[in-house]
């Protein structure tokens, strides 16, 4: 079964950076495109960036030149570097295969950006 684990959430000043990290345990993890998800409770989840099997990066617009996605296929992990912090990034933040999966939902991790 496969499954992923997000981690490195917390509270964060505007304008202040955060690394989130997401761990997978499936062994074909180095084939799939992930993304970065993220939701807050008035909105529907959305995409923030993916990530192709060989490092090709998307970007949501309203994180484009903020957020870094990365990945070490050998470690299955993934990685989200955020700057430039903005209270509006205030969201549970998920990882996913790209298009993402119902059954890899995990519990996420969350990111408050506040004064």
């Known amino acids: 079964q496969v499954q992923f684990v997000e981690s490195g959430g917390g509270l964060v000043q505007p304008g202040g950076s955060l690394r989130l990290s997401c761990a997978a345990s499936?062994?074909?993890?180095?084939?799939?495109?992930m993304g970065w998800y993220r939701q807050t409770p008035d909105e529907q989840r959305e995409l923030v960036a993916s990530?192709?099997?060989?490092?090709?990066?998307y970007y949501g617009d309203s994180v484009k030149g903020r957020f870094t996605a990365s990945r070490d296929n050998a470690k299955k992990t993934m990685t989200l570097q955020m700057k430039e912090l903005k209270a509006e990034d205030t969201a549970v933040y998920y990882c996913?295969?790209?298009?993402?999966?119902?059954?890899?939902w995990g519990q996420g991790t969350q990111v408050t950006v506040s004064s």
């Open positions: 990530i192709s099997s060989d490092g090709s990066t």
């Open positions: 499936s062994s074909a993890f180095h084939v799939l495109s």
């Open positions: 996913n295969t790209f298009p993402s999966v119902r059954d890899f």
